[in-house]
Structure formats: structure tokens, C-alpha cells
């Protein structure tokens, strides 16, 4: 959600385009997005529209891979079903990227990544979806394995929303993968030449007898501070269509049903401890025009021994004391979130895209806004929000550039301060661009900050890319 790389000129056709620095001995996968084993944090964004090889749509994940001074362009990985390696060729409209997650599902040391394509067939089943592990390793990510869709005529889209975690408490992380239908896959034991080597269907209906209706995002976390990581998977309520998040408890048995969250709205959830108690909260986005908002909420749900508590409830919008901003019709406050601690005080904070704002005459030009966690959980005291007129922002705010159509808060430096990593998918109408603001003890700075689009990372710069419109 919510809480809790990767991508020529003309024709896309190869995956490392720079050399990386190889580290001596790979250490224990510290970080579910370390994929070299160097001990930073990487980036992966996605540019799921890319034409490869003349073929529009085809889709396109860029790596930049996390050091002492941030990401930048040079230090990257371009990933498509064209790259060697990797399975599946590079086909119009499969939207390779549309979703991704991370985690080191093989147990060696380093990060994999795990990439969704929406629009992939699937033998005669137009629009099937497929996922892709793309393999961590000393020199970055290369090779791949696909991940068997268990259940190809039940649904569309399979790998629309992904996840990684262990929801069984053995140790090894697992994959949850979801699809416009009623089921989401867990797949589990995964070897470099196998795969997944076992699996298992969610059972996805609460004790109402009420269930999922198309698992439109997924996000992890230990809710319950239980030691063995809990699923959110946001979707309909099958029985009223109402939109919510629906919350499950893992254990050494598996995924059970806690509580359905009625959040009205968005695709997205985030997982994170925005009050530093020790339980993962859950954070949901409604649509403006539902009676709270015209432009838009989110929502934090506390996370407690028992699992998600529906009170007390902490709702915030572009209204609430000490946000800036205004709530407006159709600004979409909360079309993605993240969550992670920016200052190092030891509470998670929030970073919320709003990428129709209008900044001065400029429609749908985007901002972020950064809501800080404290001993009471999520707070609109102070609260901090950045556009690309914001002194020190990279370009100029646009018409239509969708600053904040991803947001992706992380320590890519190794100070112990997340850092602000924000995608415009709409610059350059539409090739899309990646932004990168340091945190520190006092907060999000623009000092440092970098910036960044297709033709820095070796990309076509004149087709429909949408580079940024999702982030890991």
C-alpha cells in the first residue's frame, strides 16, 4: 500500500547497462530491496507502457541500485521480457511492471524482484497476466523464473498486486499474488531452478461468508507482533461491493481472516508503526465525494496484539490542522502511499501522492505530502508537502506531469533516515521521471535531491513510457 531497477534507446533489448561494483562475499538479505548485497536499499520503478523493440505497451522496470549518496541514472539495471534471461518475449500491450514486490525468496543472500504483467495471454486467455522472479546477485539482478498461475481461467491479470513476506513464521519469505478474481495465491519454497515448489489458495471469505472481489493491491506486516507476517489485500467486499481492506493473520498454519477495514476507496494500503509501539498499523485512502473528503483521506487503523483495531481511528485529509493544502474536488489525496521513519525518532511517518493538485495555473501537476508518526500515531502536525516548484525540487510543475503518481519512502543512503523517492509518470508528456529527496534528522531536505528521466537511464525519450508510475 501502502506499508507494509529496472529499465534503451529505440528497441529495449538487454538488462545491465552498467557495470556494478561487485561486493566481496553477498551477507544474510538484511533488506527485502538490497538486490546487489551491499548493504543499501535499492530502488525499483516502473515504466509498465515502454515499447520494446517497436512493440507499444510492453513495459520496462529500472533498478537504481542505493550507495552513500543516494541513486543516481549511472548505477542502474534495465529490465524487460527482452533481456536475457529473463522469461516470456517482450509482447504489445503486456505491461510488464504493472505491479512489483521484493524479498529474498531463494534464500541466498540477495534481494529478488518480482514483477507482474497484467496484460500478458496466457495461451487463449487474453489478458492472463503473468509474474516474473527476477534473481538478486553480487552484480545486480539478472536471470529469472516465472511463477505458474495456478488457476488460468479463474481470472484475469494474475500478478495485478503482489507481495512478500512470511506469513507462516519459518523463516523464508513467501509470495501473495492477486488477480481480478476472488482468489489470491501464496506460493512458498522457492529455489533458483524451480521456483515456487509449493503453493496454497487463500481462503479468502471472512466469518460473514463474505469475500474478495479482485485483489486490487496487497501489502504485508507483522500487525500483531506475533513474529510471522499478516496480509492486507485490498479489493471489493464480493457480497456489497463495498471497497475496503481486508485483513489477514498469519501463522505457523497459515492466513486467517481478522477484520474487513470499509476505507471507500483507492487501490493502495500501507503497512508500517506510525507510534512506534511494536504493532504494524494499516493505512487506507478513500476517494473524495464519500461524505469525508472532496479530495480525498487516508485512514490509520492501529495495529495491536488481537491484530487490526477498527477504534480508534485517525483520519486526515488536505483540511485537517497543520496539512497544507486544501481539500479539494479531485485532487486524489492518497492516490499512493508509504510508510517508514524519515527522522529517526523511531515512529514511521507517511508519504501521501496527490497527483492532481493544481500548483498555481498547472493542472494535475502533483505534490507529496509527508505526515509525521509520534506516541499517538499518525498526526497532521508538522506535516510538509513538495511540488517541483518547491525550492530545491528538480523541473518545474506542468500541467499533467502526476508529481506523486508513486511515492516510495526508504533509507537508500544507509543513515537510518528514509529517504523521499517520488514518481512522475506525466513529465515530458509522457516518458515519466524519478525524483529522490534525502531525509534527515529534522526531516525530508531538498539539498542533494536528484532527478532523473528515460534518456538518463539509456531509454527512448519520445515514447509513452510512464516511467514512475509505480515504485519499490
Partial sequence: MRTRALLLATALTTGLLATLPATATAAPARYADDFNGDGYRDLATAAPYTPVGGRADAGAVVVTYGSASGISAARRTVLTQDTAGIPGTAEEGDRFGKALASGDLNADGYADLVIGSVGEDVGSDAD??????????KNGLSGGKGVTDPAVPA??????SLAVADFDGDARPDLAVGSTGSDVWIHRSFTKASGSTSRQELATGLQTGSGIHGAQHLAAGDLDGDGTDDLVVTGSEAATYEDGSFVYLGSATGLTPQTFLRSGGWEVTAVGDLDGDGYDDVVTAAYGGDGRSLGGSVSAWPGSADGVR?????????????VPGADEEGDWFGNDLSIADIDGDGYGDLAVGTLHETVGTAKIAGSVTVLRGSAAGLTGTGARSFTQNTAGV???AES???FGASVRLSDLTGDGKADLSIGSDGENHPSGAVHSLRGTASGITTTKAVSFGPG????STT??????QDML
Fill in 128 to 137: 492472463g497476466g503473468s509474474v516474473t522472479v527476477v534473481w538478486g546477485g
Fill in 155 to 160: 481470472h484475469d491479470e494474475y500478478g495485478m
Fill in 310 to 322: 477498527t477504534h480508534p481511528r485517525t483520519t486526515i485529509d488536505q483540511d485537517t490542522a497543520g
Fill in 394 to 396: 528538480p523541473g518545474t
Fill in 400 to 402: 499533467a506531469d502526476r
Fill in 456 to 459: 538518463s537511464l539509456g531509454m
Fill in 463 to 468: 515514447g509513452y513510457l510512464r516511467l514512475g
